[in-house]
T-cell receptor
Framework: GQNIDQPTEMTATEGAIVQINCTYQTSGFNGLFWYQQHAGEAPTFLSYNVLDGLEEKGRFSSFLSRSKGYSYLLLKELQMKDSASYLCAVRDQNYNQGGKLIFGQGTELSVKP | DGGITQSPKYLFRKEGQNVTLSCEQNLNHDAMYWYRQDPGQGLRLIYYSQIVNDFQKGDIAEGYSVSREKKESFPLTVTSAQKNPTAFYLC?????????????FGSGTQLSVL
């Protein structure tokens, strides 16, 4: 079966660092995506990993271990505007299924002053 | 500016009524998708289309229908057969042939039942 797990909620303090974990079990794998979504708005792309290791992009970094079926999103120097839902999504390897993304339930991050 | 436009932002459906959600993109993307989002749940795929005049069912297609007559447009109809239609609906598109390409999302339509 296809399964992607993330924590439902997390709370962190402004200026701190937070790590959001994602574990997955899918029939195929062709990349992992992280999106940020503010309430009532469209998800926006944050990062993409297809090979093992760390991808850094400003305050945001994403890590992937394919052998462990594990990824995390690291947010540094947290700002109040980082309060949002963070979605982990895996691309299925089967192109006959349109290369569709399978999403986790999202992690609601609250940043406190 | 290139992007995806969904309309309307809010939509109300009466019992037994069919409603259609609009999705238009000017990104020249081949692939288009419809996702449904319920509170506390991840995005679930309803339908997708890789080329004009072709579309495939996703994981929760029952009670929905789509058409793809033009590359730019992928409307979703929520039929009366969909008994629990209240949700946030997101349309997305991507460059189909590029495996690394991300999804670009519209701003969503919140559908509620009267």
């Amino acid at each position: 079966g296809q399964n992607i797990d993330q924590p439902t909620e997390m709370t962190a303090t402004e200026g701190a660092i937070v790590q959001i974990n994602c574990t997955y079990q899918t029939s195929g794998f062709n990349g992992l995506f992280w999106y940020q979504q503010h309430a009532g708005e469209a998800p926006t792309f944050l990062s993409y990993n297809v090979l093992d290791g760390l991808e850094e992009k400003g305050r945001f970094s994403s890590f992937l271990s394919r052998s462990k079926g594990y990824s995390y999103l690291l947010l540094k120097e947290l700002q109040m505007k980082d309060s949002a839902s963070y979605l982990c999504a895996v691309r299925d390897q089967n192109y006959n299924q349109g290369g569709k993304l399978i999403f986790g339930q999202g992690t609601e991050l609250s940043v406190k002053p | 500016d290139g992007g995806i436009t969904q309309s309307p932002k809010y939509l109300f459906r009466k019992e037994g009524q069919n409603v259609t959600l609009s999705c238009e993109q000017n990104l020249n993307h081949d692939a288009m998708y419809w996702y449904r989002q319920d509170p506390g749940q991840g995005l679930r795929l309803i339908y997708y289309s890789q080329i004009v005049n072709d579309f495939q069912k996703g994981d929760i297609a029952e009670g929905y229908s789509v058409s793809r007559e033009k590359k730019e447009s992928f409307p979703l109809t929520v039929t009366s057969a969909q008994k629990n239609p209240t949700a946030f609906y997101l349309c997305a598109s991507r460059i189909y042939w590029d495996a690394t390409s991300t999804l670009f999302f519209g701003s969503g339509t919140q559908l509620s039942v009267l």
